[in-house]
C-alpha cells in the first residue's frame, strides 16, 4: 500500500483534533469532551481492516495503542481503558482508546449512542492535547 496516497478520513478530520504524528498513526483525539478519548489512524492508503496492515504493521499498530493506552491512563487516571476498532461507519481504519470510570455519563455502557457528545471549548481543548503531549514520548 502507498503511504504517500493517504488521506484522513473527512468524517475523522471533523470529528477529531491533531495531537501528535507517531511512527505509523495520527494520534486524534475526539472533539467530546464526555471521555478522554483518543483515535489512532495508521496512515496506510486503503487500509479498512487490521488485516490490511502487514505483520509490522499490525506489530506497530499494536505498540502506538499501547502508546496511547499509557498516556491516557498517566495524564487522566481511569479506572478503565476501552480500546475498539470499530469503522461502522467510517470504514478509514481507525483505532478508538477511550478513558472510562465507573461515574461517567456513559458508565457501564459503550459511549456511542449513549450521550450527546461535548465539543471542547477553545481552552479546554488546548489544556486536554497538552496534558496529553505532556506524557508521551517526545
Not at 504493521?57 to 481503558?81: C, D, M, N, V, Y
Not at 476498532?85 to 455519563?105: C, E, F, P, T
Not at 481543548?125 to 496529553?132: G, I, K, M, P, S
Request: a negative charge.
Amino acid at each position: 500500500m502507498n503511504a504517500n496516497a493517504w488521506q484522513l478520513d473527512p468524517q475523522l478530520a471533523r470529528d477529531t483534533h491533531p495531537v501528535a504524528h507517531l511512527p505509523l498513526c495520527e494520534l486524534r483525539l475526539m472533539d467530546d469532551a464526555n471521555h478522554p478519548w483518543l483515535i489512532l489512524v495508521p496512515r496506510v492508503a486503503g487500509a479498512v481492516e487490521w488485516i490490511d496492515l502487514d505483520g509490522t504493521g499490525q506489530a506497530q499498530l499494536g505498540g502506538e495503542i499501547t502508546l496511547a493506552s499509557r498516556a491516557l491512563q498517566a495524564a487522566f487516571r481511569p479506572q478503565k481503558l476501552n480500546v475498539a476498532a470499530l469503522g461502522n461507519i467510517v470504514s478509514q481504519l481507525h483505532v478508538h482508546v477511550i478513558a472510562r470510570y465507573h461515574d461517567d455519563i456513559a458508565w457501564p455502557r459503550p459511549v456511542w449512542g449513549t450521550a450527546t457528545a461535548r465539543p471542547y471549548g477553545p481552552e479546554a481543548l488546548v489544556e486536554r492535547v497538552a496534558a496529553l503531549q505532556r506524557v508521551l514520548p517526545a
